[in-house]
């Protein structure tokens, strides 16, 4: 079995490097039935040291994600947490929904940016739903988790497994997969019967069955199959 690969500050040093800040960005809930797809970016200070144990949330148990979250955030720099509804999915598509929560969560960070410091954030760009035009300042890297995704509408570099390579990445996919769940443990008691307090939307067997007997709720991805279907089968 492969060993784990451990995030490092290579590109958090490139940066550095040239004077600027990295900003890592990542997104979870893509695959889910139901809830938003939540995104997270993170920005350490120039010299800090790695969190340690720090890796890709999907790999880490979730009271260990718990701990790290704590951790990242009294050690970031700067924190912004975005999200995309069902409703902007069912909407949008899944890749500009997740656009949309990446592009509200490097604002978030930038503007906490700019509470300590006067920055021009005013700029130009492709203008997604619920983002102001603005453009990332020069001092920052923009640095995504997968492939590029020009819909975000602002420069940034992407990088495949970023979340297991990069240190920043792999803090905003904690601090991302910790957020939502979370929202999904809170929507669990409001619509019991699905699962969602372990699920946290997935479509494991409890929360098709809850589809099955209860319908869907308005956080559900009414264009996700089998939603779409089951919608087909009682028209």
């Given at each position: ?8 500050l ?19 809930g ?16 120039e ?82 739903p ?19 995704l ?41 619509y ?44």
């Amino acid at each position: 079995m492969p060993a784990l690969r451990v995030p490092t500050l290579t590109r958090e040093r490139a940066a550095w490097r040239e004077g600027r800040l990295l900003v890592g960005v990542d997104e979870v809930g893509r695959g889910p039935l139901a809830g938003p797809v939540v995104a997270a970016a993170v920005a350490f200070p120039e010299g800090c040291r790695k969190v340690r144990g720090l890796r890709d949330s999907k790999t880490l148990l979730p009271k260990r994600r718990e701990i790290l979250a704590v951790i990242i955030r009294s050690k970031a720099l700067a924190i912004g947490v975005g999200a995309a509804s069902a409703r902007e999915i069912d909407r949008f598509n899944i890749r500009v929904a997740s656009a949309i929560a990446m592009r509200r969560a490097v604002d978030r960070c930038l503007r906490s940016f700019a509470a300590r410091e006067t920055l021009g954030l005013a700029g130009h760009g492709q203008h997604l739903p619920g983002c102001e035009r603005m453009q990332a300042p020069p001092q920052y890297w923009i640095l995504i988790d997968g492939l590029p995704l020009p819909e975000i509408g602002m420069e940034h570099r992407a990088l495949v497994d970023g979340d297991a390579l990069c240190h920043s990445v792999a803090a905003a996919s904690v601090v991302a997969k910790t957020v939502r769940d979370a929202l999904m443990r809170r929507l669990a008691v409001r619509y019991p019967g699905y699962g969602w307090d372990t699920n946290v939307g997935y479509a494991t067997d409890g929360h098709q069955e809850g589809l099955r007997l209860l319908g869907p709720t308005r956080h559900h991805r009414r264009s996700f199959f089998p939603i779409a279907q089951l919608q087909l089968d009682l028209s």
